[in-house]
């Protein structure tokens, strides 16, 4: 036994010496590395899982935020201002007191055969003088009215914006100073920052907690929804219209007015609708005139209004309008009496892009605006 056993090894030794090496079974591959050991993808959006690392960690949050249009730092809206020289209205305006106040055919003339009832009273005047008996205004039409009232002083300047593309993500105004919360609902903590009146916002996500809806506005940021003019973009042509390329749309829920053309959105600003028992019809309309300026007036002594040079008007429904308020300092709520109101700038601007027969779609999509046709009759402003 021992004798084999030598011849064994020193065959082996000879084998070896000669550099012949004994057969080794294959080496198998080994098995794929598991998830804990894989390599992190850098911290970014991914949007479609990436194949040679793991979107881990900050890409989570981030990949969350892109996919409701959200970026750090965040994207501007693809917008500008109009140009500041549509909110020059070429008048002077005053308004009368809540008095009788009669039209003369000269300074300090004390006849008179007319008179404009006490009421909402705006009138255009050419020219002013000082008798040293007191103040009148000569009017657009050759009358004379003693100065029973002011002269407007300031017209609001505000405007919307236009677009060179149409935003990912909805935007809108807000329309007084509000708080910006860490979290949505009415106890949830403050960052310490607020919002100033008509502050353009985008809106990436809303949520209704505490029977309120919360609008998120960066991360981490929540703001009050119903304190915003939110502008929800659809740029698909209202029904009825027969896949027109141009309309404009008023929303009575936001108090907001949006413009597209070419199945693009290309202006939106706040508006002022009618205020509750003379609200804005809601429907499908187009525009029947476009008048420069115009006189409205309402001829019911309980609630009489007149109004001179009312500026870029186009007449849509009846005697329902969209046109400028230079009377109004503020929108975003309803005011009017049936009129969509935009400031002077706004209703320049539209009434430049606007062509008659133009598509305007009313529409509140809470559903709380009537439609009876019966509550629609009469003036409007």
């Known amino acids: 036994m021992r004798k084999w056993l030598w011849?064994?090894?020193i065959a082996q030794g000879s084998l070896l010496s000669f550099g012949i090496l004994p057969a080794r079974a294959p080496t198998a591959t080994p098995p794929p590395e598991p998830d804990s050991g894989a390599v992190v993808c850098t911290p970014n959006a991914y949007l479609v899982s990436p194949e040679d690392c793991l979107p881990l960690g900050p890409s989570i949050y981030?990949?969350?935020l892109a996919q409701i249009g959200m970026t750090l730092p965040l994207n501007p809206l693809p917008s500008l201002k109009p140009n500041d020289l549509l909110t020059d209205v070429p008048f002077h305006y005053f308004i009368l007191d809540k008095t009788k106040v009669p039209l003369l055919s000269a300074p300090g003339d004390v006849t008179s055969n007319q008179t404009?009832?006490?009421?909402?009273?705006y009138i255009a005047y050419k020219d002013r003088i000082n008798t040293g008996h007191g103040i009148y205004y000569l009017l657009q039409n050759g009358g004379w009215i003693l100065g029973k009232g002011e002269r407007l002083s300031e017209i609001s300047t505000f405007q919307g914006l236009e677009f060179r593309s149409t935003p990912r993500n909805s935007f809108g105004w807000t329309f007084e100073d509000i708080p910006?919360?860490?979290k949505p609902g009415y106890n949830a903590p403050e960052t310490g920052r607020r919002l100033?009146?008509?502050?353009?916002?985008?809106?990436?996500?809303?949520?209704t907690v505490g029977g309120a809806d919360w609008n998120l506005i960066a991360p981490d940021q929540w703001v009050e929804a119903r304190k915003v003019a939110q502008v929800a973009i659809n740029t698909k042509p209202p029904d009825g219209t027969a896949n027109a390329l141009r309309w404009i749309d008023v929303n009575l829920a936001e108090q907001t007015l949006a413009v597209y053309d070419g199945g693009q959105l290309v202006f939106a600003t706040v508006i002022a609708s009618g205020l509750e028992p003379f609200w804005t019809r809601p429907g499908l309309f187009q525009i029947q005139q476009k008048k420069l300026t115009e006189t409205m007036r309402n001829n019911d002594p309980s609630d009489f209004y007149y109004l001179e040079d009312v500026p870029w008007t186009m007449y849509y429904d009846g005697s329902r309008?969209?046109?400028?308020?230079?009377?109004?300092t503020r929108f975003g709520y309803p005011q009017s009496h049936g009129c969509v109101n935009l400031s002077v700038g706004d209703a320049h601007?539209?009434?430049?892009?606007?062509?008659?027969g133009d598509w305007?779609?009313?529409?509140?999509?809470?559903g709380h605006t009537p439609t009876d046709p019966s509550l629609y009759q009469g003036g409007a402003y």
């Open 7 to 9: 011849i064994f090894f």
């Open 62 to 64: 981030l990949t969350g």
């Open 116 to 121: 404009f009832p006490p009421g909402f009273v």
């Open 180 to 182: 910006i919360l860490i």
């Open 196 to 207: 100033a009146p008509f502050t353009v916002i985008q809106v990436f996500d809303t949520k």
């Open 321 to 328: 309008a969209l046109h400028g308020a230079y009377w109004r």
């Open 349 to 356: 601007w539209l009434f430049n892009w606007a062509r008659l």
């Open 360 to 366: 305007v779609y009313v529409h509140d999509p809470t």
